[in-house]
């Protein structure tokens, strides 16, 4: 096999090059017993959010194989428990899968992850609310530990990075001087007290959204 | 805006009159029991988190890099006296040896054991006191405490040596019958360097610690993943808190 061309840093929509790539870091880095548990858990994202799409429109399982990416990326200490964590992420959330099944099938470490950035999410919240929910979820997430935290700086940095792509179309679009809003009260702090690496290059990202005038849509709309 | 109550408190004046910057941390001049801060604080607008009772750090322990964790270690060195809990050290290392007492198969003399993360010598020389056969080697990413270690221990017969991160240990494997790591496991011991510790652990061999402000359940999947066996927390010590508590694996047999 060829070399892969992939920068995880850059937005991308490739769902096979993506999956090729984090499937050969896998196998690189881990044992083959570890490796087979992590590519269990991509399976089982794969499913559980099968029917379901990012705001770019690329299917969502692209996001939770980015963020185990990053978690590669950013943190050479990442055991096999994290990334399986960061492949489940948004299980609990966003799909039916429940807390026993991550526990049954990957242990109670995992699982344990997956609860703390797992926020309390329902359809009817106001956006007051939505935020007020997301900023007991970090509060939640900064008395964790390093583990929880590096997941969800990663996880937020995925986000990030992929605002540009979103159409114009897309709900999501308005979303984004909330979220930049949120990025600055949030994440930067949280990724500041997790990774240096990572919080250089989420401070990098944001300064480009400030710029490109994101925080005030009508400018740019 | 946010209607939640923050757990990140500024401190009170009191203590910001007593705060010296070193580095990128601050160290609060004055010790006592009632210049203890809160465990997260903001300092300047910025979040700080309580590191011993009286530095606060930019990232929580766990989260600093190696090079971080040589500076800090450096910084109590210079403040050793104010520090350092000599009774606190003494206390743990009492829980510590006690588990070794209960889970080593042959009576702990003349050993060869390994103190990961030694610093100048205190832990060493508690554990010296406490099981005085035992073959002693300890090791630190810290020249400076090496320094100090070589020179407060020349007249005794314990040996020191310089490691660094992302190398090896410098030892054969299964050089040695037990690990102590003291104060060390709260920060985030790099993967290699964990299995290099169950590399020179012979088999069934312990590898002791005490560990605090920290996840076990994360220490324990690293140590798992590192290929250590009969993870267990040995003693809670409730009575120092922070979570603190002795815990033991073992390397398995190959």
């Known amino acids: 096999m060829g070399k892969i061309e992939y920068d995880i840093l850059s937005c991308d929509s490739r769902v096979d090059k993506t999956e090729e790539y984090l499937c050969k870091t896998v196998n690189e880095k881990y044992s083959q017993e570890h490796a087979q548990q992590i590519l269990a858990a991509l399976d089982m994202a794969r499913e559980a959010h099968r ?33 399986i964590g960061a492949l489940l992420h948004d299980t609990l959330e966003k799909t039916g899968i429940k807390f026993p099944e991550i526990d049954a099938r990957f242990g109670s470490y995992v699982a344990k992850l997956v609860q703390f950035v797992t926020r309390k999410h329902n359809e009817s919240q106001s956006d007051q609310e939505k935020t007020e929910a997301k900023y007991q979820n970090w509060l939640e997430v900064i008395a964790g530990s390093h583990d929880v935290r590096m997941i969800k700086v990663c996880e937020d ?16 679009w308005k979303k984004i001087p909330r979220w930049l809003s949120e990025t600055e009260t949030m994440s930067l702090p949280l990724a500041q007290i ?12 944001y300064d480009y959204y ?11 709309g | 805006m946010l209607s939640q109550v923050s757990p990140i408190l500024p401190l009170s004046a009191k203590i910001v009159a007593q ?47 190696a090079e971080r964790v040589k500076k800090i270690c450096d910084v109590r060195l210079e403040f050793f006296d104010q520090l350092v809990n000599y009774q606190l050290n003494s206390s743990v290392v009492d829980v510590i040896t006690g588990c070794v007492a209960a889970k080593h198969a042959n009576p702990p003399s003349s050993l060869k054991a390994l103190d990961f993360g030694c610093g100048s010598g205190l ?6 006191d406490r099981i005085p056969n035992l073959d002693l080697t300890g090791v630190d990413i810290s020249e400076k405490a090496i320094a100090r270690f070589q020179q407060e221990q020349k007249n005794k017969n314990i040996k020191a040596a310089l490691t660094r991160v992302g190398e090896r240990l410098p030892f054969e494997t299964g050089a040695f019958d037990l690990v102590f790591a003291i104060f060390v496991m709260h920060f985030n011991i790099d993967m290699l360097t964990l299995g290099e510790l169950r590399r020179v652990l012979r088999p069934p061999g312990l590898f002791v610690f005490n560990v605090y402000q920290r996840d076990t359940d994360g220490l324990a999947a690293q140590l798992e993943e590192a290929g250590f066996c009969s993870i267990d927390v040995w003693e809670r ?3 120092i808190g922070n979570n603190h508590v002795v815990m033991s694996c073992r390397s398995p047999a190959r």
């Open chain 1, 51 to 83: 029917d379901q799409l990012r705001c770019n429109g690329a299917p969502y399982i692209i996001h939770p194989m980015r963020v185990a990416l990053m978690l590669l990326q950013f943190d050479t200490n990442t055991i096999s428990k994290i990334l």
């Open chain 1, 157 to 172: 940095m995925d986000n990030i990075i992929n605002y540009k792509s979103i159409p114009k179309s897309d709900p999501g």
């Open chain 1, 194 to 205: 997790t990774n240096s690496e990572a919080h250089s290059v989420m401070h990098q990202e």
């Open chain 1, 210 to 220: 400030v710029k490109s005038g994101f925080t005030d849509l009508t400018l740019i």
């Open chain 2, 19 to 65: 705060l010296q910057k070193a580095d990128d941390f601050y160290v609060c001049r004055q010790f006592g029991e009632d210049m203890v801060g809160p465990p997260m604080a903001s300092i300047d607008g910025k979040m700080y988190f309580r590191f011993m009772n009286f530095i606060y750090l930019p990232q929580p322990p766990e989260s600093l890099t």
């Open chain 2, 123 to 128: 832990s060493s020389q508690l554990l010296l």
């Open chain 2, 237 to 239: 010590l409730t009575h």
